[in-house]
């Protein structure tokens, strides 16, 4: 029998995280029986929301009357900038370390019921600028600055109000660390950015490309896991982080993000879940723009549902004690993505 | 000021997956507002559960009248022993590679209202025999067999009948594969088992232990990542697979599950959810018992609540992106999960 990738199971590599997933796409087939999640409605504002404008928050602190973006430090933050650091380890096994931070919170718009495929494309630069100014700014003094989305109930997110969080470290976390190492690793074998020689076999094979303008593409990776994953990479010029953006790819970047987002949520008709981050080269004392030409900045949207509104996939059991395996294939996915409209937001449908 | 573990944050490292996780104890002052999640409830037996004795599953077959354990194949098993495999890869950045296997179920009891907790020490024992045969059988073929029980809705399980799945591949999974490097890279070093050196602090330590038996200790590791996660690590002799267990051992294993999990289900009086499984030296043509000095065969229980019944760590944004990160310190879940008691589970009390 001849390997069809979208009937046999195989695994697939990851080179940004040296790790594999298991594809295995007779799977979808599975009927499923199991836990279903409230479907992800439409709340009606909530008057003692937090992030409203004007809001009194819990720590006694009142939000300004703020007509567009507005940044706040998280009330209960989980990095704080001045705390004692543990003592030096004295065993390897038992090794603890510093951690510094500082953690905010950001919201996109002053309107509760607002989200990105549904704000303007000029409302979405401005949250660009911010994540920008933010990087900006706490990149002086942190290696580390994730700035990220966690989007709807079934992602903890608590508050349905467009926002983000912004949690800056003194120490580069895992993720980043591995992928600025397989990154930098590449880059010695190579001579080039692991990806943007990604980016130029993509656009050559296409059948992962979800949308495209002219400065940025929507890709689901060849190793994705999540379900709908997609990455978000800039055509031009390789950035190294969010801070190298030009205008014109600000502006692309405003009007990619708006169609992948209506894109996701014309899938399953409701406001599609995920949590959603930027990933670009290391920052802090010492860093300079354009001293890092193994990374390509990238944003990440991990969307957890499956089959429906209400069918996530569960990475339970054998993806937390072994690997990571995900049914539909990624070419599937991109397919099923491109088929959707990305222009009418199903809200706004006649 | 001093810096105290339990207040001030910090970052442990996991010298088994070479990773770090961010400790913030002062974040337990957080107030949630977010998702809450069905208590885990006693439904009644459904009549058409596939796992029950006598009933017919979806593929035709009949469960015979068992009343032990019971081993079936998964209907929809995301492993297959026989698959086309995929081509070479000709891009190092498109890689994928063989992965053949199978999928087992593997029922605990005839009883669909049973769980660990409940059952006796003697069903307990049939269940650690069955999971010694699998792994006697499917080791021969397969590099890896990962036995795991996902326990709870919350957890993706869609049957409450206790059972636990057995997934056998060709390859070795990610997180076994990091397991292995790690543990032959400090017995290269130190010439010691890492988990055996590992263990002998923590007997010193005592403040992570939860239960202790002559053959087994229950411990929430250093670098524990899920709220109240342990490890079940055996105290005599080294074993480095379930198959090279003594009678004792078994015994001794059969009674700290019991045991474990009654103080699970009374922490916050629920039929506790989790994610649980082993971990022990790879398998496969070639390997023979002993020949893995590196490896410590342990259990891993994973499970999400963090406050409550309904109340879990959402493992996402930051998590996802950056690194993990915890609330409440390791010892202070241990010291939680001390307090519970181990004898009585709270469905038995007068
Ligand atoms: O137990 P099931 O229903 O086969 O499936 C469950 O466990 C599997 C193995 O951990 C996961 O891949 C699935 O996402 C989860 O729903
Ligand atoms: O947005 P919140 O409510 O602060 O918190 C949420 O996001 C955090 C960062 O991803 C996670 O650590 C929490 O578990 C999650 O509930």
Chains 1, 2 share one sequence.
Not at 11 to 40: F, M
Not at 77 to 85: G, K, R
Not at 107 to 125: A, G, N, R
């Amino acid at each position: 029998m001849e390997f069809k990738s979208t009937e046999h199971q195989h695994i697939r590599y990851n080179p940004l995280k040296d790790e594999w997933v298991l594809v295995s796409p007779h799977r979808c087939l599975r009927p499923w029986s199991g836990q279903t999640e409230a479907a992800p409605e439409d709340q009606p504002p909530d008057p003692n929301n937090p992030l409203r404008a004007g809001a009194l928050r819990s720590s006694g602190k009142r939000n300004p009357n703020y007509t567009s973006t507005y940044v706040f430090p998280n009330d209960f933050p989980a990095l704080l900038e001045d705390v004692p650091e543990p003592p030096e380890p004295e065993h390897p096994l038992f090794q603890s370390a510093p951690a510094k931070g500082t953690c905010r919170v950001m919201c996109f718009h002053p309107d509760s019921t607002m989200t990105i495929p549904l704000m303007k494309v000029e409302e979405i630069q401005e949250v660009i600028e911010e994540w920008i100014n933010q990087l900006n700014e706490l990149g002086q003094r942190y290696t580390w600055v994730q700035i990220f989305e966690n989007k709807g109930a079934i992602m903890g997110c608590s508050n349905p109000h467009p926002h983000c969080q912004i949690w800056a470290s003194s120490f580069l976390p895992n993720e980043p660390r591995i992928k600025d190492r397989c990154q930098s690793e590449y880059y010695a074998k190579y001579g080039n950015s692991l990806l943007v020689d990604y980016l130029k076999q993509e656009l050559k094979f296409k059948e992962r490309i979800v949308l495209k303008n002219s400065e940025w593409v929507a890709i689901v990776p060849y190793w994705a896991v999540w379900p709908y994953e997609t990455m978000l990479l800039p055509l031009n010029g390789a950035p190294q982080r969010l801070t190298d953006l030009s205008p014109a790819q600000k502006k692309g970047l405003a009007e990619i993000m708006k169609q992948l987002n209506t894109k996701y949520d014309n899938l399953f008709e409701c406001s599609f879940p995920y949590s959603m981050g930027w990933h670009g080269a290391p920052t802090g004392p010492g860093t300079t723009p354009g001293d890092s030409p193994h990374w390509l900045l990238h944003a990440l949207y991990l969307p957890p549902l499956l089959r429906s509104a209400t069918i996530k996939k569960f990475m339970v059991g054998f993806e937390m004690l072994a690997q990571t395996q995900r049914d539909l294939t990624p070419e599937q996915a991109a397919k099923r993505l491109r088929d959707c409209d990305h222009l009418i937001h199903y809200k706004n449908r006649q």
